[in-house]
């Protein structure tokens, strides 16, 4: 990613233009510049694809809240959509903003919240314009409507008696305790009945700022129209300040193992570990772990689970990316009878990596997967524009060529050593939602207790 001054030209010859990009290491350039107020503006020229996307990243979710705010960023999201001064209601929004390019869409993370639509290039300034009214002059209204709507919402992650049993949010409400990092995306159906329209406007003027934002927009497009479209649309916005997630603190009590009752039809099993960030020297062979633990079909847990055993429809790892955190999480689903047997499954198939470098072949094909990917993003408008946003958005994100340089370097025998210094089973905590009985609890917090001895 290039950075450079205001006044700039972005160069590309018409054979760059038109050279397809075959390689890892042959990223498109995002060139970075910043309007007045301070809004960061990262623009992706892709000559050879035939729409152009936007993507807002506000720094705004769950990891800067509390738990007295917890659920306000997911509820201004949606409050967004309900109007503005310009389009009074929620009809009157979508229709403009459909008439132009694809729907928008919005999603609440816990490090950011993304605004993201598809167009062709030409109307790029018009859909700019109607993210920029939207953003900048809403009018908080139907509040309690988008309450109710967030309280369905929440209904898949509850039980009949308002407990909550998704595993996700499990495992990291107890990971983390006492942290924002633990709290939810979508708040509680406690706290989110607390706003009102004030909440909202004081949420959204902190937060909803120039200096808080990165506006990423990529395809057939230049540098100068797409920061004049943006300078019309975002200009006005106060500039205000960067804000910085809060620090995720985890439990010092590992190993752990946590286990919520649901009588559901399956068991849900979440073996999770925090490993360093990006930057760390081992980042690059934690993530062939991954991809040796779970990319593709003939991948190592879905083998064993799945082909061999039959013990599960699903099985897989991931590998979290959070500012300043990661998280690393293998899971499966299984029948409660099955629960036991799916943990030393899933143990058995990490032991093995521990001890063994992966075969070269495997690697190999982990390899090219990788650089499949960074085909498939280039070569996908919208990829790119998220891709390019968030690096601009987040410190410490390499781009695909750095990534791809550190990867390529991997040897099977760094894979196993990184596996065995991060999946430390003194780190880990067993995380199961189900209908078990208490000889199976026993048995799981046994096998976790024994793994940290």
């Given at each position: 990613?290039?950075?450079?001054?205001?006044?700039?030209?972005?160069v590309?010859?018409?054979?760059?233009?038109?050279?397809?990009?075959?390689?890892?290491a042959?990223e498109?350039?995002?060139?970075?510049r910043?309007?007045p107020n301070?809004?960061?503006v990262?623009?992706?020229?892709?000559?050879?694809?035939?729409?152009?996307?936007?993507?807002?990243?506000?720094r705004?979710g769950?990891?800067?809240?509390?738990?007295?705010?917890?659920?306000?960023?997911h509820?201004?999201?949606?409050?967004l959509?309900?109007?503005?001064?310009?389009y009074?209601?929620?009809?009157?929004?979508?229709?403009?903003?459909?008439?132009?390019?694809?729907?928008?869409?919005?999603?609440?993370?816990?490090?950011?919240?993304?605004?993201?639509?598809?167009?062709?290039?030409?109307?790029?300034p018009?859909?700019?314009?109607?993210?920029?009214?939207?953003?900048?002059?809403?009018?908080?209204?139907?509040v309690?409507v988008?309450?109710?709507?967030?309280?369905?919402?929440?209904q898949?992650?509850?039980?009949?008696?308002?407990?909550?049993i998704?595993p996700?949010?499990?495992s990291?409400?107890?990971?983390?305790?006492?942290?924002?990092?633990?709290?939810?995306?979508?708040?509680t159906?406690?706290?989110?009945?607390?706003f009102?329209?004030?909440?909202?406007?004081?949420?959204?003027?902190?937060?909803?700022?120039?200096?808080?934002?990165?506006?990423?927009?990529?395809?057939?497009?230049?540098?100068?129209?797409?920061?004049?479209?943006?300078?019309?649309?975002?200009?006005?916005?106060?500039?205000?300040?960067?804000?910085?997630?809060?620090?995720?603190?985890?439990?010092?009590?590992?190993?752990?193992?946590?286990?919520?009752?649901?009588?559901?039809?399956?068991?849900?099993?979440?073996?999770?570990?925090?490993?360093p960030?990006?930057?760390?020297?081992?980042?690059?062979?934690?993530?062939?772990?991954?991809?040796?633990?779970?990319?593709?079909?003939?991948?190592?847990?879905?083998?064993?689970?799945?082909d061999?055993?039959?013990?599960?429809?699903?099985?897989g790892?991931?590998?979290?990316?959070y500012?300043g955190?990661?998280i690393?999480?293998?899971?499966?689903?299984?029948?409660?009878?099955?629960a036991?047997?799916?943990?030393?499954?899933?143990?058995?198939?990490?032991?093995e990596?521990?001890?063994?470098?992966?075969?070269?072949?495997?690697?190999?094909?982990?390899k090219?997967?990788?650089?499949?990917?960074?085909?498939?993003?280039?070569?996908?408008?919208?990829?790119?524009?998220?891709?390019?946003?968030?690096?601009a958005l987040?410190?410490?994100?390499?781009?695909?060529?750095?990534?791809?340089?550190?990867?390529?370097?991997?040897?099977?025998?760094a894979?196993?050593?990184?596996?065995?210094a991060?999946?430390?089973?003194?780190?880990?905590?067993?995380?199961?939602v189900?209908?078990?009985?208490?000889?199976?609890?026993?048995?799981?917090?046994?096998?976790?207790?024994?793994?940290?001895?």
């Amino acid at each position: 990613m290039t950075v450079e001054p205001q006044g700039a030209k972005a160069v590309m010859t018409t054979s760059e233009a038109r050279r397809p990009s075959r390689s890892a290491a042959d990223e498109p350039e995002a060139v970075v510049r910043t309007l007045p107020n301070g809004l960061r503006v990262a623009t992706t020229p892709l000559p050879h694809l035939g729409l152009a996307s936007a993507t807002l990243f506000v720094r705004v979710g769950s990891r800067y809240e509390e738990v007295a705010t917890n659920g306000l960023s997911h509820l201004v999201e949606h409050v967004l959509f309900r109007g503005c001064e310009a389009y009074p209601d929620t009809y009157q929004l979508n229709a403009a903003i459909e008439s132009v390019g694809s729907a928008l869409d919005a999603a609440t993370m816990p490090d950011f919240t993304t605004f993201d639509a598809v167009c062709l290039p030409e109307r790029l300034p018009e859909l700019l314009g109607l993210m920029g009214a939207m953003i900048g002059k809403p009018l908080f209204a139907g509040v309690d409507v988008e309450q109710r709507i967030i309280t369905e919402e929440l209904q898949d992650e509850i039980d009949a008696r308002g407990r909550d049993i998704d595993p996700d949010n499990l495992s990291k409400m107890r990971f983390f305790p006492g942290s924002s990092m633990g709290l939810k995306v979508g708040g509680t159906l406690a706290s989110i009945k607390r706003f009102d329209d004030a909440d909202c406007r004081r949420w959204h003027g902190e937060h909803y700022v120039a200096a808080n934002m990165v506006l990423s927009v990529a395809g057939p497009v230049t540098v100068e129209a797409v920061m004049e479209a943006a300078l019309e649309s975002f200009g006005a916005l106060p500039t205000g300040e960067l804000k910085t997630p809060r620090a995720a603190t985890s439990r010092a009590d590992l190993p752990a193992f946590e286990f919520t009752q649901n009588t559901g039809t399956q068991c849900d099993l979440h073996l999770t570990w925090v490993v360093p960030v990006e930057a760390h020297e081992d980042w690059p062979a934690l993530q062939l772990s991954q991809r040796v633990l779970d990319d593709g079909i003939c991948s190592r847990l879905r083998h064993r689970l799945v082909d061999q055993l039959g013990l599960a429809y699903y099985a897989g790892a991931d590998l979290e990316v959070y500012e300043g955190v990661s998280i690393f999480t293998i899971a499966t689903q299984t029948r409660h009878g099955q629960a036991v047997a799916a943990v030393d499954a899933l143990l058995e198939v990490l032991g093995e990596l521990q001890g063994t470098p992966p075969p070269d072949e495997e690697v190999r094909r982990m390899k090219a997967r990788m650089e499949l990917e960074a085909a498939v993003l280039r070569d996908s408008v919208s990829q790119t524009s998220y891709w390019q946003g968030l690096r601009a958005l987040q410190p410490g994100i390499g781009s695909l060529a750095e990534r791809w340089r550190r990867a390529s370097a991997v040897t099977p025998e760094a894979i196993a050593v990184a596996a065995r210094a991060h999946f430390d089973r003194k780190r880990v905590q067993l995380t199961a939602v189900g209908d078990l009985d208490p000889m199976q609890r026993a048995a799981l917090r046994h096998r976790v207790r024994a793994q940290g001895r």
